[in-house]
């Protein structure tokens, strides 16, 4: 049975840092593309990043570029997210999907349970 389960949310002050675990079990992670999304309250979900089957290829949306760095290690079916100078406006629930496609495509079969990050002073 796929499953996405992430993790590493929390609670951060502005400017400071987390990294999010997507771990990956029931399938063959290194086939997939796997993408980060987040929802904040009252927002539509948002794509933060993703990256290819094989990390040859990432991408981010502008609100997060230069900040997140998104990676992955097929050997341990985990990909991670990790966030820098943390904003307010990066407050939310984070979700880890995997794609339909070895590139990232913007198509998504399977979706983790999500991991709560805030950040507040």
């Known amino acids: 049975q796929l499953q996405l389960v992430e993790s590493g949310g929390g609670l951060v002050q502005p400017g400071g840092s987390l990294r999010l675990s997507c771990a990956a079990s029931?399938?063959?992670?290194?086939?997939?593309?796997i993408g980060w999304f987040r929802q904040a309250p009252g927002k539509e979900r948002e794509e933060v990043s993703c990256v290819s089957s094989r990390g040859g290829s990432t991408n981010y949306a502008d609100s997060v570029a230069g900040r997140f760095t998104i990676s992955r290690d097929n050997a341990k079916s985990t990909v991670y997210l990790q966030m820098n100078s943390l904003k307010l406006e990066d407050t939310a629930v984070y979700y880890c999907?995997?794609?339909?496609?070895?590139?990232?495509?913007?198509?998504?079969?399977?979706w983790g349970q999500g991991t709560l990050v805030t950040v507040s002073s």
């Open positions: 029931g399938f063959t992670l290194d086939y997939y593309a």
């Open positions: 999907a995997a794609g339909k496609y070895w590139y990232c495509s913007g198509y998504y079969d399977s």
